[in-house]
């Protein structure tokens, strides 16, 4: 199905149209490999999961990402995109290579696990028989390309034939096919001219619309995109520390959230208050940053992380604190209704997912928890089989004591006050995303409560006395 390549062209690979392999193809190299396929360029997706390998070949999308299911079954059609768990294939197939799997944080400490990343380049090199470049585009710490490009010299038998470079992503899930196909920015992270030929060549669609690109060392690439996610969720876990303030003074977080907004040099994004970051970024990747900065003997500059990670996990605590309240002081046996399980909305995604972790919390305090996520029910059963799940909004909601809103899914936003009150045992409602019209859920006779905003004196609160329906 692929073209071939010539010996000439094998020899130096600097082409107009580099062919691509992707290495990990989860979240982040399932999407950039249908992306790049749809730009026109052939690639090759290799993974070590042969389940996934089988379920991209056959043309559908392991995990939920808005458009990319059907970019799939676009671009598989026109013979330019194919899968493999063989990795010589890959080797001989490849010019550019993108390493893009997993940097989970480590078991035992705050450190990112860089196995798969050794592995993966180590595996490359060994194979390596003409000249290639090595991408690297999972989140590493500082000094990681540098290591690897060290072994990467040894492992190949090629030598310095085999170059490296680092090309950080800054792609969100619930966006990634268009943020991939349209990047606000590129930053090419290399140690030569030809490697960055390499990468002009491969972003060409890009840059010929005039899309901002960053040449930097390799280091630098690798502290952009830390820098990146730190500041994100800085800004976070500002406002949330706001929101803290706001409610020992009776101050209401959203009216001060909006007034901030206005200051251009403040800007309303990331200003929302709530439960806080979750996901498969920016929490670990905050962690590593400050545990490789401690290493560097520069762990002071980056000390402020810490308290960034400590407020954004008390909002959980203060979350449980208000749905513990309405459910009359004790959550034993009452009935909860989490809806969300999901790091944000139009993800499938649950890794360290604020919204699961309080049904957990919630459900260790006795509550009876019944979880609806409009897509990760599956991930959230697999990460906690203990909690109950349900296949809609109402049934979750169907003689809930409480209803706790934990991701902000659009199928919540537009839900009828009037109908959901018909169902629960009590209108009892806390909003943890700042996501729903409060006057409409007063109005309709909730007591309706939100992280950071006052609370309307309810007296004394017990199960009993607010089942209403
Ligand atoms: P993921 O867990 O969804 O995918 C990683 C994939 O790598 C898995 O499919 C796994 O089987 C595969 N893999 C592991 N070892 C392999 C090997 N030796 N060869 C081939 N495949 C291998 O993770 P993800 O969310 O896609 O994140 C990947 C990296 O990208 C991380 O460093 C992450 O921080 C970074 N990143 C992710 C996002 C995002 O939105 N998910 C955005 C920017 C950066």
Redesign the pocket.
């Known amino acids: 199905m692929f073209t071939t390549r010539s010996p000439e062209t094998e020899l130096d690979p600097i082409a107009e149209h580099p062919r691509i392999t992707v290495?990990?193809?989860?979240?982040?190299?399932a999407t950039h490999a249908v992306c790049m396929a749809a730009l026109g360029f052939e690639v090759l997706g290799?993974?070590?999961?042969q389940q996934?390998i089988q379920e991209l070949s056959s043309g559908r999308v392991p995990?939920f990402e808005p458009g990319l299911q059907e970019k799939l079954s676009e671009v598989l059609r026109t013979g330019r995109l194919a899968f493999t768990t063989d990795?010589d294939a890959a080797v001989r197939f490849g010019d550019v290579h993108f390493i893009?799997?997993?940097?989970p944080q480590s078991i035992d400490s705050d450190a990112a696990d860089l196995t798969?990343v050794e592995?993966?380049f180590e595996?490359l090199a060994s194979r390596a028989r003409r000249k290639a470049l090595l991408v690297g585009?999972?989140?590493?710490p500082i000094g990681t390309a540098e290591r690897l490009t060290a072994m990467v010299n040894t492992r190949s038998p090629i030598g310095e034939a085999l170059e490296l470079a680092w090309n950080?992503?800054?792609?969100?899930?619930g966006f990634?096919v268009d943020d991939t196909l349209h990047p606000d920015r590129l930053v090419f992270g290399v140690a030569s001219g030809w490697a960055e030929r390499q990468l002009r060549a491969v972003y060409a669609p890009m840059l010929r619309r005039g899309t901002p690109l960053v040449v930097a060392d390799l280091a630098t690439a690798e502290l952009v995109?830390v820098a990146a996610n730190s500041f994100l969720a800085t800004k976070i876990s500002y406002i949330n520390a706001m929101a803290e303030v706001c409610e020992a003074t009776g101050a209401d977080v959203d009216r001060l959230a909006e007034a901030l907004s206005h200051d251009e040099r403040i800007g309303g994004k990331f200003l929302k208050p709530g439960l806080g970051f979750g996901?498969?970024?920016l929490p670990?990747?905050l962690r590593a940053f400050a545990h490789r900065a401690e290493e560097l003997g520069v762990g002071r500059a980056v000390a402020f992380l810490h308290e960034i990670d400590d407020i954004n996990t008390r909002r959980r605590f203060r979350f449980v604190d208000l749905v513990r309240d309405l459910a009359g002081g004790d959550l034993h046996g009452a009935r909860v209704a989490a809806l969300g399980a999901a790091f944000k909305p139009n993800s499938d995604?649950v890794r360290d997912a604020p919204a699961l972790d309080v049904a957990r919390m919630l459900a260790l305090e006795g509550a009876d928890v019944v979880v609806y996520d409009p897509e990760a029910n599956e991930n959230a059963h697999r990460t906690y089989p203990d909690l109950d799940y349900a296949g809609s909004l109402a049934e979750a909601v169907t003689k809930a004591d409480v209803v706790a809103l934990l991701t902000e899914w659009d199928e919540f936003g537009r839900a009828d006050p009037n109908e959901l009150g018909a169902l629960v045992n009590a209108r009892r409602i806390v909003d943890g995303r700042h996501a729903l019209d409060a006057d409409a859920y007063r109005e309709a006779g909730w007591i309706f409560r939100a992280l950071g905003q006052p609370t309307e004196p309810v007296g004394m609160i017990t199960r009993e006395a607010q089942a209403v329906n």
């Not at 290495?23 to 190299?29: A, E, N, P, S, T």
């Not at 585009?137 to 590493?140: A, E, G, N």
């Open positions: 290495l990990g193809v989860g979240y982040l190299g290799v993974d070590v999961d996934k995990f990795l893009c799997v997993g940097t798969f592995r993966a595996a585009k999972s989140t590493v950080p992503e800054f792609l969100r899930e990634a995109k996901g498969g970024c670990k990747d995604d």
